[in-house]
T-cell receptor, first 117, second 119 residues
Framework: KQEVTQIPAALSVPEGENLVLNCSFT??????LQWFRQDPGKGLTSLLL???SQREQTSGRLNASLDKSSGRSTLYIAASQPGDSATYLC????????????????WGLGTSLAVNP | AAGVIQSPRHLIKEKRETATLKCYPI?????VYWYQQGPGQDPQFLIS???????DKGSIPDRFSAQQFSDYHSELNMSSLELGDSALYFC??????????????????FGAGSRLTVL
């Protein structure tokens, strides 16, 4: 069964800290992996997308890495700010079960991040 | 840039009523996906359409149906609503293989979601 697991489930850090969120997945045959941010009761904001052929992607203070062989991805947030407080979701598009045009995503449960001023 | 448009953003219904959610994909995107996210849960895949045909089916209840129209917009119809149907419903769109090729390039872009509350 294809699964995506995120650790930790919740994280609370003081402002300014660098932090790492972890995502693991059960099948290394993937099309891509995306990191999303979701504020309480709000929509999904795509942060970073890593294609299967890539090792990392960077956007501002965010850096996401991908290690397919070990089934892991990390989201690194540098110099965290209170505005970074949200739930961060990892979603994977697996190759199996996604034949042809399909690219449906399998999601982790997210890491709830609180950055304290 | 144009994004995925979902309407309505909020909807309140009584039990056993029906509801329809609409999704307008990014221009040129020919594939649409529907997800349901219950409180405190991860999004669950419901159904997808490619070129107006159902392409994949997930955990969509029999009380729900969906279709994709000639302009590629999609509608999710929900009947005999239950309290447990209260959730955020997300629509996503992507380029299908005809336009993007059979690679990971056809990435999903999500709409802001429609919040359904069943009383």
């Amino acid at each position: 069964k294809q699964e995506v697991t995120q650790i930790p489930a919740a994280l609370s850090v003081p402002e300014g800290e660098n932090l790492v969120l972890n995502c693991s997945f059960t099948d290394s045959a993937i099309y891509n992996l995306q990191w999303f941010r979701q504020d309480p009761g709000k929509g999904l904001t795509s942060l970073l997308l890593i294609q299967s052929s890539q090792r990392e992607q960077t956007s501002g203070r965010l850096n996401a890495s991908l290690d397919k062989s070990s089934g892991r991805s990390t989201l690194y947030i540098a110099a965290s700010q209170p505005g970074d407080s949200a739930t961060y979701l990892c979603a994977v598009s697996f190759k199996e079960g996604n034949a042809g045009n399909n690219r449906k995503l399998i999601w982790g449960l997210g890491t709830s991040l609180a950055v304290n001023p | 840039a144009a994004g995925v448009i979902q309407s309505p953003r909020h909807l309140i219904k009584e039990k056993r009523e029906t509801a329809t959610l609409k999704c307008y994909p990014i221009p040129r995107h020919d594939t649409v996906y529907w997800y349901q996210q219950g409180p405190g849960q991860d999004p669950q895949f419901l159904i997808s359409f490619y070129e107006k045909m159902q392409s994949d089916k997930g955990s969509i209840p029999d009380r729900f149906s969906a279709q994709q129209f000639s302009d590629y917009h999609s509608e999710l119809n929900m009947s005999s609503l239950e309290l447990g149907d209260s959730a955020l419903y997300f629509c996503a769109s992507s380029l299908g293989p005809r336009l993007a090729g059979d690679s990971g390039a056809n990435v999903l872009t999500f709409g802001a979601g429609s919040r359904l509350t069943v009383l």
